[in-house]
């Protein structure tokens, strides 16, 4: 019996090809696991609708973890963990990401909810329109969400040697915040009650799995601390050489159907 009861994939880099597919033998593999009773869990960064669009491409139902860990929903949408900063926390990274160029693009993102300052034309707008299938709403959070509202996360969006410099930058003025880059040109910044590895722990122990009884695939920096916590953490081959060397594993990469070699290998 394979002593691995519960698999946990980040999305893009990972589970979907370079573009944006989900190969037809991976899909395969993982519907074939959800019918055996292996949960296969999406962790994401992308915004809940984002996941569970995934989700339905593929054909299965699953909890999910989105926002890198900032919320976790059940099959039926129900929240089962959140960790969100406070309105004035994203006001203020804001604030301080446009005093440091005004080449950045930042997105503020809560619950279902994506806000930005204007639909202009940048790459990362229109990326975010064909993952989550949702508008923005246009304005400052301040202007659009209530004092009492969370806010899941804060992106941005740039050149990677501003993306670098912003992230130490950033990492200094909040500590209390969790900032990582997810692309070359994207930094993510969350709670740092918020992480892949936290909300991953949080199903297993609800679904009562030890974690050396769960697998990870991750392909960037904010799927790190996932690939570390799991019994058996999975670097993508086109990850990071920084990330592959603290995986278990590294295998194939998410154009050669990584994954689906991992997981058609132990199961």
Known sequence: MNRYKIIFSDID???????????????????????????????????PHSVLNVQKKIGFSAPFISYGGALVRDEKGQTLWDKPMNLQTAIALRKSIASFSSD?????????????????????????????????????PQDVLNDTDPVHKVLC???????????????????????????????EIMSQAASKAAA?????????????????????????????YAGLGVAMGNAPDQVKKQADLTTKTNDEEGLRLVLEKLF
């Open 200 to 228: 991953a722990d949080f199903l297993c122990k609800k679904l009562n799995i030890k974690t050396n009884e769960t697998i990870a695939f991750g392909d960037n920096f904010n799927d790190l601390d996932l690939i570390q």
């Open 13 to 47: 880099g990972t589970l979907l090809d370079s573009k944006q597919d989900v190969l037809p033998k991976t899909k395969q593999t993982v519907l074939t696991l959800s019918s055996k009773g292996i949960p296969f869990i999406l962790v994401s960064g992308r915004m």
């Open 104 to 140: 950045i693009v930042s997105y503020t993102f809560s619950a279902d909810s994506w806000i930005t300052d204007k639909d202009d034309g940048t790459a990362a707008l229109y990326l975010e329109k064909d993952t989550t299938e949702l508008r923005p709403l246009i304005g400052q």
């Open 157 to 187: 969006f740039g050149q990677p040697e501003q993306i670098n410099v912003l992230q130490d930058k950033l990492r200094q003025e909040y500590p209390f915040c969790s900032i990582f880059k997810s692309m070359p040109n994207y930094l």
